[in-house]
Each structure stands twice: as structure tokens, then as C-alpha cells.
């Protein structure tokens, strides 16, 4: 896949300070991970009250990832505690969502078990080759995030037979986006450690 804007991740860190306003945004998303949880699963996890009030909640979380990282470049405050503590939100917040669904019996678990596999075996990729380079950011990767966010919406929104169809086809694109990105990433880890034997480089890496 074509790379686009080169991943911000390797910028210098400001070391010196925690308290930034991107971080703060970065630990609000995971405080409302549990908000989240507790909401999709009250009143036996079909209310829709409660299933409004949790989607509510998701893409307000969801949407502090895009407004963080933003902040944190122009504003020269990407620190190593934000490095780590952003994509630890991102995974808790979407996996906790895909897991709930599934236990709820709204979406299938083979779909939720092939979704996290691939994240988690895409982090603990980014953190072997952490310090060869920096990988750039792809636009599947934001489409597969993107659709992935759009699909757990569209699943918690208690609407199913309306929704139904819409529901089958973002879960589909989003399934497909996750697994062909994590190719993707996998066979450009590999290049750049085929590289770095020739000519090392130091940065870092980070996966959408």
C-alpha cells in the first residue's frame, strides 16, 4: 500500500514534562473505557438507552485519538509517555468494544478473536523494530481504523434490522483492512530490517 503523511511517532519527545494537554486527552480516552463497558452492559446489554449512551461515549473517546496526536505535533509536545499511553488507549478502547459485542452476542467471535490477534501481534511487531526506523503511516491504516470505529457505531446503535445490512458491510471492509494493513505492516517491518543491516537508522515505528 501507498504511504502517505510520514508517522509523526519518531518526532524528538519533549522528555521534561507529562502534564500536555494531548496526554490528557490520551488518559481521558482510557478513563472512558470503563464508562464505556459499564454503559453496553447494563440492563443486560440490549437497553437502548444504555446502548445510545455507550456509542455516545465511544465516539467521544474515539474521537479524542484524532485530536491528540494533532495537538501533540503542533504544539511541540509529543512526549515517550504519550508514545506509549496513545496506542495502549486506541487497543483498549476498540478491543474492549469488540469483545463486549461478541459476549453480547451481537457479533460473531470469530470476527473479534481475528481483529485483536492482528493488533496485538502488530504492536509487539512495532516494539521489535522500534529502533531501526520509521515506518510511514499508510492510508489503509487510517481507513481500517476509521471503519473499524464506523462498524462498533453501527453495532452498538440499537437498531438492528434496520441497520443489519450497513452493519455486514463496514464490519466486512473494516475485517479486510485489518488483515491486508497487517500484511502490509508486517512485510515493511521486515524491509526495514533488511535495510538496516546495509545502512542503520534510528527511529521509531509506530502501526495505524
Known amino acids: 500500500m501507498k504511504s502517505a503523511v510520514p508517522d509523526?511517532?519518531?518526532?524528538?519527545?519533549?522528555?521534561?514534562?507529562?502534564?500536555?494537554?494531548?496526554?490528557?486527552?490520551?488518559?481521558?480516552?482510557?478513563?472512558?473505557?470503563?464508562v464505556f463497558a459499564a454503559l453496553l452492559?447494563?440492563?443486560g446489554g440490549h437497553d437502548s438507552n444504555s446502548r445510545l449512551a455507550a456509542?455516545?461515549?465511544?465516539?467521544?473517546?474515539?474521537?479524542?485519538d484524532l485530536i491528540d496526536g494533532e495537538l501533540a505535533r503542533r504544539r511541540h509536545q509529543v512526549t515517550t509517555f504519550g508514545k506509549i499511553a496513545d496506542p495502549i488507549a486506541d487497543k483498549a478502547l476498540t478491543g474492549t468494544a469488540l469483545l463486549l459485542l461478541s459476549w453480547l452476542g451481537d457479533l460473531p467471535?470469530?470476527?473479534?478473536?481475528?481483529?485483536?490477534?492482528?493488533?496485538?501481534?502488530?504492536?509487539?511487531?512495532?516494539f521489535r523494530v522500534i529502533h531501526l526506523g520509521v515506518i510511514p503511516a499508510s492510508r489503509g491504516g487510517k481507513a481500517k481504523t476509521s471503519c473499524q470505529i464506523v462498524a462498533i457505531v453501527l453495532y452498538l446503535i440499537p437498531l438492528a434490522h434496520v441497520l443489519q445490512p450497513l452493519r455486514l458491510f463496514a464490519i466486512a471492509v473494516a475485517l479486510v483492512?485489518?488483515?491486508a494493513t497487517g500484511i502490509d505492516y508486517a512485510m515493511r517491518a521486515?524491509?526495514?530490517?533488511?535495510?538496516?543491516?546495509?545502512s542503520p537508522v534510528t527511529g521509531q515505528v509506530k502501526s495505524s
Open 8 to 34: 509523526h511517532v519518531g518526532d524528538p519527545v519533549d522528555q521534561s514534562r507529562i502534564r500536555t494537554l494531548p496526554n490528557a486527552l490520551t488518559m481521558l480516552r482510557l478513563l472512558l473505557v470503563p
Open 41 to 43: 452492559v447494563s440492563h
Open 55 to 64: 456509542a455516545l461515549v465511544f465516539t467521544i473517546a474515539a474521537g479524542t
Open 109 to 126: 467471535w470469530w470476527i473479534t478473536l481475528l481483529i485483536i490477534t492482528r493488533e496485538l501481534a502488530v504492536t509487539l511487531l512495532r
Open 177 to 179: 483492512l485489518t488483515l
Open 190 to 198: 521486515a524491509r526495514l530490517r533488511r535495510e538496516s543491516t546495509k
